[in-house]
């Protein structure tokens, strides 16, 4: 089973920013696309944004464009998000995982693989 593991969450008043990390402990995960997904209280999970196996190609959700930017560093086993502009309503558990690329899903990216424990973002003032 592949093991993901989140860091970088906290407590932000609004406006500011966070940067979270995927940590992946297998080489193999630099064959594969890497997506974040948020789940706020009461709400399903949702899609955040993905990106290809070797970074070069990118997904966002909409209400994240231009706020947020996800990258990879394959050296490091890394995938990272940089949140920039929070607003309360990017309040939510963060996880990654990992999957491939598909034309055929709205967000450009279908999970196949398990859940990490995911980190907790907290935007209030």
């Known amino acids: 089973q592949v093991q993901l593991v989140e860091s970088g969450g906290g407590l932000v008043p609004p406006g500011d920013s966070l940067r979270l990390s995927c940590g992946y402990s297998?080489?193999?995960?630099?064959?594969?696309?890497v997506g974040w997904f948020r789940q706020a209280p009461g709400k399903e999970r949702e899609f955040v944004a993905a990106i290809s196996w070797n970074g070069t190609r990118t997904y966002y959700e909409d209400s994240v464009k231009g706020r947020f930017t996800i990258s990879r560093d394959n050296a490091k086993n890394t995938v990272y998000l940089q949140m920039s502009r929070l607003k309360p309503e990017d309040t939510a558990v963060y996880y990654c995982?990992?999957?491939?690329?598909?034309?055929?899903?709205?967000?450009?990216?279908?999970?196949?693989?398990?859940w990490g424990q995911g980190t907790q973002v907290t935007v209030s003032s």
């Open positions: 995982a990992v999957g491939v690329e598909d034309p055929e899903a709205n967000s450009g990216f279908t999970r196949f693989g398990s």
């Open positions: 297998r080489r193999t995960f630099r064959s594969y696309a």
